[in-house]
């Protein structure tokens, strides 16, 4: 996984109905880019069943509890 | 009552003031100017507060009194006067989120957590001071202006919580809510040196309260001690129908955990992250609190922590895309109500792909067994809240200029992990840089096991009075 550059920042943004311009975008980027080279060794190497809610799962699981609320 | 006295009454602990009134040494009205007393004195100096309701105020404390006179009390809290974060909901009354897009807005509900401290019999102050959309770790606010810190108003307080945080360190409100999505309670608590408790996801129900990131959002107390803390969340803690991601688990007695102990239990300290790059003075006050706690009976432990770095950037990731999809419809007709830092941030989340912020929320379940196993058999992990003390206005002032987001994330590298993780973190004042800042230390806990955290940081206000500490007026 890479940083996105301003330019492609302004196409997403685009995308997202909330334009921005080039100055902008040049901020996005030099702002999130961090958290995307923070990221890069975790992007794309998750297991297929992964879901969001195992969370709740392992934090239940910790506190020895079921898993629903 | 002289004023002297009068201030003496607002100096006191939240669970010692109640118990005060309950049993009619001083009544709620005394209390409240003594309150309002400070407020006056201390408002021009801190600007702690948002709004001041002085005569509604009073008009609550002597209902208060007069239904102890005849013998009813609401609560635990009956009498007690309180302020607390303006994100929190109360219908009828304003609630700005610290915002010019919200400025007016009226609630039309409770929030669950402030209903229940009511529902107590508090009195309400008034409204605290917040980060923008509680979106800012600093304390500066570009529309209700900077919030100054009681221990020397030239350095922040910390944020989003900054209003909470220096109104309780200068005595104004005897506990507040606070809310923590990034660090958001546990930096103004590091900063002014009062107690700070981020709850675990779950815990507390945050119906009512302004969202930012529905994963990563909680409510919890700043107060005086560990013990205010402890009985404020025994109030607010448990199953909301109105929040389902409250768990429905029992709500322990947090009180009595703060009297337990802490003799044979085992404190990790972590090998990396959260001490390197560590200014002197936080690294001798660190050690120093290991030291007491050890004579105290506990076990210090080394522990080899995941990489925290990653967390930190997967927690970026989260909240950024979600408090971006909340404010969408205001980015799109109100860009320019934002203040200059909150707009560049909010525009962070509209950067990040959807893959993206799924895999970031799809990693916190392994990322979390991975940090349980790394502290399996150990009770609590200590690290610092901030690798240096309440930085200056004017250097923390950063607006959207480029290299702005590098100081915010420095402000926030040591709390960020722990929002990720979803787990409780208590922050409690441990000393005092040479300048007369305050330093604290955090202590993480297990998922839902705040009363371990809370009955260790209690052993140390046991044996220690940094908590009692106030700064003077300047």
Known sequence: ?69 | MSRDVSHDLALMSLTGIAQAIAERRCSSREVTQACLDRIADWQPVINAFIAIEPDEALAAADAADAALARGNTQGRLHGVPLAHKDMYYEAGKVATCGSRIRRDFIATTTATALRRIKDEGTVRLGTLQMAEFALGPTGHNSHFGAVRNPWNVNHVTGGSSSGSGAAVAARLSFAALGSDTGGSIRGPANFCGVTGLKTTVGRVSRAGAMPLSQSLDTVGPLARSVEDCALLLGLIAGHDPEDPTTTARPVPDYLAATRQPIAGLRIGVPQSYYVDDLDPEVARVLEATVAVLTGEGARIVKVDLPDQSQLSAACQLVLAVEAASFHKRWLIERPQDYGPQILMRLQNGLAIPGVTYLEALRWRGPALAAHLAAVEGVDAVIAPVAPFAAPTLAESDVGNAPGAEAVIQRLTRFTRPINYLGLPSLSIPAGFTRQGLPVGVQLIGRPFDEAMILRIGAGFQRTTDVHTRLPALP
């Open chain 1, 1 to 69: 996984m890479t940083r996105p550059s301003a330019k492609e920042i302004k196409a997403i943004a685009d995308v997202a109905g909330v334009p921005v311009n080039a100055e902008e975008a040049e901020r996005i980027a030099a702002s999130i880019g961090p958290a995307f080279d923070g990221f890069a060794k975790i992007a794309g190497t998750l297991p297929f069943e992964l879901e969001p809610a195992t969370f709740t799962a392992v934090q239940a699981s910790a506190a020895g509890g079921k898993a629903t609320p």
